[in-house]
């Protein structure tokens, strides 16, 4: 009998449920929704048993579509969003919403940390280059101080991974790649910040047991096969952070790969070459553990896909009426006007910063900005600057790592962005470096599966797992003649961000 993988990927407003072979091939897939809370414009939750809905609808949907003998899934592990709070008490029950990662509600108390422990000093221990009101440990802080009975009767403190093991298999666990942005992990002993825990007030017997992400945690459960319509022969490893998982679903598990993942964010992860951590003497890109235990990589995230779309939505409504006519996506329509304009754009440069900058500027008050365009410039051009804006960030970034003494040999490319062969080739000839794309799109849901093939033992290494399970669809090379436009472009790029920091201060709304 053939033996399948199942694999989740819990984010942030949908968890996908896959089923692979052993081979890689995705066999059924289910994509279940939930609504985030948002009572307040710094509010974001979701109740924590939405996950589990989640998942019970989506393996049932899978097993149905598949049709195929639960008894035949042998492995299951699990992509999860970073930072997400969940707490729960003496018989397991949420003590309230969970706390999204995007929840900004405890400002005031990350200045608090900040006052306590200085950035250098969490820099150095966390790999974070600062403490923002995303970590878990400003949100503990932010219950203590404002829900004090709640936080009285804490018995756990969970992420979004760490609970959704508990409920398959009954064991607290968790691994590094997700709790290094929490801000009470140590990343380079690999145990919890004694100071930290003792300023929020948090015991470690209230945290998870750490282990590894493809260690086996356990089989799954006789209750929740009954909820999942699996069997208990399922065998549950640790699985990873979602920007670890994609990262490793597309192959990067050895030094040498730098991996950006275009969705509405864009993020970035560089595998390091040792076996301990490598920090940036000037603080300027975060250090993660990597989902392939010892290792390590830059990992940072800022504006992606998400100004592509705000340039779709707002100035391109005639596109989105033909490719609904044609029964295309809307940006296949883009990408061929963006074809039909040279590299460089005519001088036409943007700023990609609708949101604020985020890595490696780290700036709040900066704008989006549309910087040489005259008389010649037309839609298509705008079109072609924002892609070329994304690149010049993934360069930026690229930059870093390679400052650090990083050596980069390939990128390889997930996320939406991924499919528009344009856009690649433009990243291509921006950072003068091979793209490579892979079959697989599901990138996060693969590499849980290659966490679950690993501690089941149908494959003996993570690296092992991802040969046999990945396969490359196309390799964009750049082009010597395009590289140079870009290179002085790039540089005009920087200098237009230098020059209006100081104009951004002064339009902080």
């Known amino acids: 009998m053939e033996e399948y993988i199942l694999s989740l990927d819990a984010g942030t407003t ?3 449920i896959s089923l692979f072979d052993t ?3 995705l066999i059924s897939l289910s994509t279940q929704e939930y609504e985030l809370l948002t009572p307040t414009a710094l509010t974001v939750e979701i109740s924590a048993e939405k996950f589990w809905e989640a998942f019970k609808l989506g393996t049932r949907e899978v097993l149905k579509h598949s049709n195929i003998d639960p008894g035949s899934i042998k492995a299951f592990s699990l992509s999860a969003q970073g930072e997400t709070l969940i707490i729960i008490d003496k018989e397991g029950k949420p003590l309230r919403n969970a706390i999204s990662w995007m929840d900004n509600r405890a400002q005031e108390q990350a200045e608090i940390l900040s ?4 950035n250098d000093e969490v820099y150095k221990i966390t790999g974070q280059v600062s403490i923002v009101p995303t970590w878990p440990a400003a949100k503990l802080l932010w219950i203590k101080q404002n829900e004090p009975k709640i936080f009285e009767r804490i018995e756990k403190v969970l992420l979004v991974e760490d ?10 666990a968790c691994e590094g790649s997700l709790i290094c942005s929490t801000v009470y992990w140590n990343i380079t002993t690999e145990k919890w910040w004694d100071e930290m825990l003792e300023f929020l007030g948090i015991s470690p017997a209230q945290l998870p047991e750490i282990r590894h992400s493809g260690e086996v945690i356990g089989n799954i459960t006789a209750n929740a096969a009954r909820e999942l319509g699996l069997t208990t022969n399922l065998i549950v490893s640790m699985g990873a952070l979602d920007q670890a998982c994609g990262t490793i679903g597309v192959g990067n598990v050895k030094p040498g790969i730098f991996t950006e993942n275009t969705g509405a964010a864009l993020a970035i992860c560089a595998t390091q070459d040792k076996n301990t951590p490598t920090f940036d003497k000037q603080r300027r890109i975060p250090v993660h553990y990597h989902g392939i235990p010892k290792r ?3 990992h940072t995230f800022t504006t992606g896909g998400m100004v592509l779309r705000w340039y779709r939505d707002k100035f391109c409504q005639e596109i989105i009426n033909v490719a609904k006519e044609k029964g295309i996506d809307a940006y296949k329509l883009i990408d061929e006007m963006v074809r039909e304009i040279p590299p460089g754009s005519d001088g036409l440069v943007m700023l990609p910063h609708l949101q604020g900058a985020m890595a490696p500027e780290d700036n709040p008050n900066a704008k989006g900005v549309f910087f ?9 051009h705008f079109a072609r600057a924002i892609m070329e804006a994304i690149a010049f960030i993934v360069r930026r970034n690229l930059d870093i790592v390679e400052d650090i003494n990083i050596k980069v040999n390939e990128i390889r490319v997930l996320g939406g962005g991924a499919r528009s062969d344009i856009w690649n080739q433009i990243k291509a000839d921006v950072t003068g470096k091979t793209l490579v794309r892979t079959v697989n799109e599901e990138a996060a849901c693969l590499g849980a599966a290659i966490f679950a093939g690993k501690g089941a033992g149908i494959y003996s290494s993570i690296e092992d797992a991802a040969s046999q399970m990945i396969s490359i669809k196309k390799k964009y090379e750049p082009n010597n003649s395009n590289m140079k436009i870009y290179s002085n472009a790039y540089q005009k790029y920087i200098k ?3 020059d209006l920091i100081d104009l951004f201060s002064l339009s902080k709304s």
Request: proline fraction near 3%; charged fraction near 25%; aromatic fraction near 22%.
């Open 14 to 16: 949908a968890s996908k």
């Open 23 to 25: 081979r890689g091939n």
């Open 115 to 118: 006052k306590e422990f200085p």
């Open 163 to 172: 609970y959704l093991i508990w409920k398959l298999t009954g064991q607290f």
């Open 296 to 298: 390590y990589m830059f």
């Open 372 to 380: 040489g365009f005259t008389l010649k410039h037309g839609k298509a």
């Open 496 to 498: 237009l961000y230098e």
